[in-house]
């Protein structure tokens, strides 16, 4: 689980283009979106597009997203629980 | 100045080709919703409001002949131009001045998407290279007029292009620029498009269900429409019988988000506003309101919001017709006038389609069914795009009161107060007019400033680099000033490298994937309206996609308002970028020179091409000046393919309104640039209007791109300001000029559009 979030931090740095941040600038526990990392709409879209194409998990509607992107640490768990590759 | 009026329209979408065909289906309730035909993509099965002719049957309902390719966008955009010429009685022999001025997004990108890599990779699609950007597709339209336009350009804010096209040929009549107008929009369904909106996941899989409890998305929909636009006395004149008349219009921005709308609708809710005030008219006085209402969560919520906001508890009665046409983008506001219209004059209001349960939260109910025989004075129409560029028109019947538009006072002032760019030349200031950096080659990489003292990078983790530049120059531009009353942008191409990114990724991805990021941002408007998300700016908002003078279109637009008192300060910019991949493809038709790029190997050269440039520059226009005012923008003009005649005509009236001549000139600005036909064009105009004037030039500093003339007025204003004209801006002469107080800038596209600026102390 450690690492898969790791990982998850990694990807998130990478895909929303978070410039000068590191891994351990983002708190596994912290909301993503609004107060924490302050992120918005599309970038839920971005994350929606990564779990697709990292994970192979597809969500039908991007309200979906607002459960699973509650932290990292619950993105991490869903996607552990999902996951087909 | 007595009341605008239309005296022809013209229409095509999923409902038919034709007003006939088109009331018809709206009067009977019926969709043109149904899957994709002619689009090979992977979401054919993705409801849409396709229209049912192939390019081939298009190109039969306009008898077309010509031997040049045309896209889908521009054979859409005929054959609604036709119906529209033919009913204003338009055949070119009026010998009026006419101004064509179309909105549209996608450009040739039905056609780009599938040709990508043959333009990178061999030569057999090369003829389409030049058919992508947006203003080729309104050039190409314009011969559907048997007669001659005298002004063309074309407005990119997304899917309110068309409706903002209606409200710059509204104000050209007014200022009294042209007669009539010519406007709307068209656009085609493109893979682009579909995977762009699929990325935002607020594509319906059902028919689409706008302001319904239940609604999942819009369905996308392709067509144009268009206006013709005049004096009630110049119809008179002509003999023709006016249709209704425009009553009102409203432009702003919601500055909120390049995709969301605010909560409360602001931008919406001002737009709507400002149509009333403009129309004179009381929100009890609309019958009906054709909604944007495209189906989405976030739109429909939001615009219902901010209709209560206007209408209270006496809301008229309100449909989206995009429940019958899809969404049509940047035609929309061009097809939903049309329907308005002709909801007005046969006293019908089309149903809201697929309408069942209320929003929680709003006070209406939307007409979910088509209702006859009423009688409707007043419509209006709202048409909104991405990055918060809300419209709203009004049309009136003809029998009703409705103030009279004011006369354009002429008395306002329009000065360069300010300007800033980052290019191929050092940053921000005016390094370049002492120490000019010298290109080595045809291709040269802009040099960026520190982006980091204007915005933190969590602001700005989407912006690609134009982006980040126009919103640094913006803030330079701008100064100690405060938020001005409207921004204006040219960018002949917006953000290609974003655009490139989403394409190529589509392409290789076979449309999987995809992010939404690169796709918002290639839409034009993104860079104007994320300036107004910066400055929280709610005025007057607009983007201008014409090829080499997409800047002058913005500029013309601005000196309009300001001289017309209308707006007191403009942000006016000019915005496109470069990439490898994009010079490579330019390159195959012939756009840069392979060697020696020194000024003195551009000045005797005898070949196709230039050198590159990406052109970032904001400028801030003010109506009154003070101590560190660069000019003043003393007149300006733009034509169309004129004669030398009129060119040389049209530059001795700028001068004369300035009570100048010729001989007071001190130099004249060109985009003169190494490309032999391009210079042609200048050293004809030079030869003929002022051969003894100094000749100024820039494009060896700045290299060419679509708003190179950015540089050009730039490049004026500041030798006025520090009252010397540098040896190293002089085409002809070498000795440095001092004092110059009178400047003339004239710039060319293809010899087709042109502009002339005249800058004075």
């Given amino acids: 689980m450690k690492e898969l979030i790791e990982e998850l931090k990694t990807e998130i740095i990478d895909v929303l283009n978070l410039e000068g941040m590191t891994p351990a600038d983002i708190d596994e526990n912290a909301p993503l979106f609004g107060e924490g990392l302050g992120l918005d709409s599309i970038d839920a879209l971005e994350l929606i597009v990564l779990m697709e194409k990292n994970y192979g998990i597809k969500l039908a509607n991007a309200n979906e997203g607002k459960e699973i992107f509650k932290s990292v640490k619950v993105m991490a768990e869903y996607i552990k629980e999902h996951r087909t590759k | ?761």
């Avoid at chain 2, 291709?443 to 602001?459: L, N, T, V």
């Avoid at chain 2, 490898?580 to 020179?593: N, R």
């Avoid at chain 2, 393919?641 to 005509?649: F, G, I, T, Y």
Wanted: net charge negative; proline share 4%.
């Fill in chain 2, 1 to 761: 100045m007595d009341n605008i009026v239309i005296t022809g329209t013209g229409i095509i979408s999923s409902l038919g080709a034709g007003k006939e065909e088109t009331l018809e289906k709206l009067r009977t309730g019926q969709r043109g919703i149904g899957p994709i035909r002619h689009i090979q993509t992977k979401h054919r099965d993705l409801p849409s409001g396709e229209v049912e002719y192939s390019d081939e049957q298009l190109k039969e309902l306009i008898r077309y002949q010509e031997e040049s390719i045309i896209t889908r966008t521009s054979l859409l955009g005929r054959v609604a131009l036709k119906e529209a010429l033919e009913e204003a009685r338009l055949d070119g022999t009026e010998g009026l001045h006419i101004a064509f001025i179309s909105g549209n997004t996608v450009g040739g990108m039905e056609k780009s998407e599938q040709f990508y890599y043959d333009f990178l990779h061999n030569n057999s699609r090369n003829e389409y290279i030049a058919m992508h950007d947006c203003g080729a597709c309104t050039d190409i339209m314009a011969k559907q007029f048997g007669g001659h336009f005298d002004l063309i350009t074309t407005i990119s804010t997304a899917c309110s292009s068309a409706a903002n096209a209606i409200i710059l040929g509204a104000n050209l009549i007014k200022e009294g620029r042209v007669d009539i107008a010519v406007v709307g929009g068209t656009e085609c369904l493109s893979k682009f498009h579909i995977n762009g909106f699929n990325t935002l996941m607020i594509l319906d899989k059902e028919p689409c269900r706008p302001f319904d409890a239940d609604r999942h998305g819009l369905n996308l929909g392709e067509g144009a429409a268009y206006l013709v636009m005049e004096t009630e006395a110049t119809a008179r004149k002509r003999n023709i019988r006016p249709i209704c008349k425009l009553a009102g219009y409203g432009n702003t921005c919601d500055a909120y988000h390049q995709t969301a709308t605010s909560p409360n609708g602001e931008g919406a809710y001002l737009a709507m506003c400002q149509a009333l005030k403009s129309s004179g008219l009381r929100p009890e006085d609309i019958d009906y309101i054709n909604a944007h209402g495209t189906g989405t969560g976030n739109n429909d919520e939001c615009e219902g919001i901010a209709m209560m906001r206007v209408f209270g508890d006496r809301m008229p009665p309100v449909s989206s017709t995009k429940s019958y046409t899809g969404h049509t983008t940047s035609a929309a506001g061009g097809v939903e006038s049309v329907i308005s219209i002709l909801a007005l004059t046969h006293g019908f209001i089309p149903a809201n389609l697929g309408y069942q349960t209320p929003i929680e939260g709003h006070n209406f109910k939307p007409v979910d069914h088509v209702i006859e025989n009423v009688t409707l004075k007043h419509v209006l129409t709202n048409s909104f795009g991405f990055g918060g560029n809300d419209s709203s028109c009004i049309f009136s019947a003809l029998d009703t009161e409705t103030p009279a538009p004011m006369q354009a006072s002429e008395a306002g002032q329009c000065y360069i107060q300010s300007a800033a760019h980052v290019s191929i030349q050092q940053p921000i200031g005016d390094d370049w007019f002492h120490n000019p950096v010298m290109p080595a080659q045809a291709y040269s990489e802009s040099i960026e400033p520190d982006y980091s003292k204007y915005f933190a990078p969590m602001a700005a983790r989407r912006m690609g680099r134009l982006l980040k530049r126009a919103l640094a120059t913006a803030v330079e531009a701008l100064g100690n000033h405060p938020v001005p009353d409207a921004i204006i942008t040219g960018t002949g191409l917006g953000c290609i490298a974003n655009t490139e990114k989403f394409l190529t990724a589509m392409i290789d991805n076979q449309e999987e994937f995809l992010q939404p990021t690169f796709f918002m941002q290639s839409t034009h408007n993104t860079i104007g309206s994320q300036v107004a998300q910066h400055l929280k700016c709610h005025g007057y908002n607009c983007t201008y996609s014409h090829r080499g003078t997409s800047f002058d279109s913005s500029l013309l637009d601005a000196c309009l308002q300001m001289r017309a008192g209308a707006i007191g300060s403009a942000l006016v910019g000019g915005h496109d970028e470069m990439t490898p991949a994009y010079f490579e493809m330019l390159g195959k038709i012939g756009y840069w020179k392979s060697g020696d790029v020194s000024p003195d190997a551009l000045r005797r050269a005898d070949s196709p091409g230039s050198l590159s440039g990406s052109c970032s520059l904001n400028m801030l226009l003010t109506d009154h000046s003070d101590a560190d005012t660069l000019c003043r923008i003393a007149g300006m003009d733009m034509l169309y393919q004129p004669s030398d005649e009129e060119l040389r005509s049209a530059a001795d009236r700028i001068l004369h309104q300035a009570g100048l001549t010729v001989k007071d000139l001190d130099a004249v600005v060109t985009g003169l640039s190494g490309d032999r036909d391009n210079d042609a064009v200048y050293r004809t105009f030079l030869q003929q209007y002022c051969p003894e004037t100094p000749v100024v030039w820039y494009k060896h500093l700045f290299g060419e791109s679509f708003c190179a003339s950015a540089f050009g007025v730039y490049a004026g204003a500041v030798c006025l300001h520090k009252k010397l004209i540098p040896s190293h801006l002089l085409y002809n002469t070498s000795e440095e000029i001092s004092n110059p107080k009178h400047i003339l800038v004239h710039n060319h596209f293809q010899n087709k559009d042109h502009s002339l600026i005249l800058l004075t102390l």
